[in-house]
């Protein structure tokens, strides 16, 4: 599978009180520095691509601005650019803090193996939740996602061609609050 790597680091972190994507990671560097190391060390090579604030250990990456309106809206400006050949998006937010190269090598695999044409927007369904961001996005659907008008995430993915995995990792958990942040950190 040739993988791409679309993190988003536009929140602008309200309920932790800061942008999440500069924060510092227990393992080093920042959180979305972090996710791209994961990423790295499973795909090398592929490429990474920004979807908001630059990040400060990675100041290099290709970025694009993030509208400020929502990720559905951030997506559908991502999808209507030019990006590098790849079968698959990792679409990440920089507040899932707890992937490892591990896990996402078993996550990347599962999705090959239930979607081997890359036709659909491979998402975990977490305690009962469909969790878009994380999941792996086939290149394919760039055209869909840029021409849809969907504002809400949610609905964003359960209007493409989707396939929701069932999934318990605590890597699908988003580290949103101050208290969520001391108890991740506090794990590790």
Do not use: I, N, Y
Request: aromatic content about 6%; overall charge negative.
């Amino acid at each position: 599978m040739k993988a791409g790597l679309l993190l988003l680091s536009g929140g602008a972190g309200q309920r932790m009180g800061t942008r999440k994507h500069a924060l510092e990671h227990p393992a080093g560097g920042s959180w979305g520095g972090h996710l791209v190391r994961v990423f790295e060390t499973v795909f090398p090579g592929g490429p990474l691509q920004v979807l908001g604030e630059p990040l400060p250990d990675r100041p290099d990456l290709a970025r694009l601005d993030d509208p400020r309106e929502g990720p559905a809206a951030a997506l559908r400006v991502w999808a209507s650019t030019a990006a590098p050949e790849v079968d698959r998006w990792w679409v990440v937010a920089c507040d899932q803090v707890r992937w490892t190269p591990e896990r996402l090598r078993a996550w990347a695999d599962l999705c090959a193996a239930a979607d081997p044409t890359a036709a659909h927007w491979v998402v975990g369904l977490h305690e009962g939740h469909l969790q878009p961001l994380g999941g792996w996005l086939a290149a394919r659907l760039r055209p869909l996602l840029a021409a849809s008008g969907e504002r809400s995430l949610w609905r964003l993915a359960t209007a493409l061609p989707h396939l929701a995995l069932p999934q318990t990792g605590a890597e699908w958990v988003d580290v949103d609050t101050p208290e969520d942040r001391r108890a991740f950190e506090a794990e590790s």
